[in-house]
Nanobody, 128 residues
Framework: QVQLVESGGALTQSGGSLRLSCVASGFSLNYYAVGWFRQAPGKGREGVACMSGDDSTYYKNSVKGRFTISRDDAKGTVYLQMNSLKPEDSAVYYC??????????????????????WGRGTQVTVSS
């Protein structure tokens, strides 16, 4: 069974740090594009940080310099390191994966439509 499970969400104060993890099961993340998305109450889903199959990265402007996406394919895990957190970062954070292979390099612009596997999300709340 293909599954992505996020963890690491929590309540933290403004200026704090959190590291989100996303573990893949039922498939290998090798060559996949991966990404982190978030959705706050009353707002649409937005791409926060994505990594293409060639390891190039995309970051939403408002998180550049604060968030870092990384992956450990051997562990089947994607991470999102979040520093200098702000109240406006509060949301449910979802990880996603898009199929890739040695002959198919998925280039993502972090819109979400290219991802076919999604986790159920983890809540991040930043208090002021």
């Amino acid at each position: 069974q293909v599954q992505l499970v996020e963890s690491g969400g929590a309540l933290t104060q403004s200026g704090g740090s959190l590291r989100l993890s996303c573990v893949a099961s039922g498939f290998s993340l090798n060559y996949y594009a991966v990404g982190w998305f978030r959705q706050a109450p009353g707002k649409g889903r937005e791409g926060v940080a994505c990594m293409s199959g060639d390891d190039s990265t995309y970051y939403k402007n408002s998180v550049k310099g604060r968030f870092t996406i990384s992956r450990d394919d051997a562990k089947g895990t994607v991470y999102l390191q979040m520093n200098s957190l702000k109240p406006e970062d509060s949301a449910v954070y979802y990880c996603a994966a898009a199929f890739g292979s040695p002959s198919i390099v998925v280039k993502t612009t972090c819109t979400g439509s290219e991802f076919e596997h999604w986790g159920r999300g983890t809540q991040v709340t930043v208090s002021s």
